[in-house]
């Protein structure tokens, strides 16, 4: 269950940073509470934090941040000034070469945040385990169980709500209206 919580913890990072790319005159998603203040952390605990990013590869969902967010903005800008094709794609450039790194950032929060979840031996007992045969193979099979796992219950919802929806349709024919 931690797996899917992080996979959906990632995707709920993915659509921030999606969404981080809106104009401010677009439409605005609802506001999002305040984060929990974060513990205070030793620079021990947040080496050994990153250290456990790094062993999950989980760098991989952010290295490519920047580029994206500069795509979407410069997609969004074009939609309404298709006649600023060329300088758009030359300020894209200068753009993403400016803010180039600053993905990094997002490392160093999670590095925080995960060392304010957990504490350094626990941080560091995490490490050592993903150092082990059965830590890589988690490392390596977890992503493609958790894979089937959502197709298999995407698979059930859509069976199961037909079994819901005839659930409903008898009921509501014993009460004498029927529905289709």
Do not use: C, H
């Amino acid at each position: 269950m931690k797996s899917l919580s992080r996979i959906l913890s990632a995707a709920g990072l993915l659509l921030g940073l999606a969404l981080a790319a809106v104009p401010a005159g677009a439409q605005q998603p609802a506001p999002q509470p305040p984060a929990a203040p974060l513990k205070p952390a030793s620079p021990a605990a947040i080496a050994a934090a990153k250290e456990l990013l790094t062993l999950k590869g989980v760098g991989g969902i952010y290295t490519a941040a920047v580029p994206n967010l500069v795509q979407r903005a410069k997609d969004q800008l074009l939609a309404s000034n298709l006649n600023y094709q060329k300088d758009l794609n030359e300020v894209a450039v200068i753009v993403a070469q400016s803010l180039a790194g600053r993905e990094k950032e997002i490392g160093e929060q999670m590095a925080k945040i995960y060392a304010s979840d957990f504490t350094e031996q626990e941080l560091k007992d995490l490490n050592a385990f993903y150092k082990t045969p059965v830590g890589q193979k988690l490392l390596a099979q977890e992503p493609k169980s958790v894979q089937a796992s959502m197709a298999y219950m995407q698979q059930w919802a859509q069976s199961f709500s037909e079994t819901v929806m005839g659930e409903f349709r008898s009921e509501m024919k014993k009460r004498g209206k029927p529905i289709s």
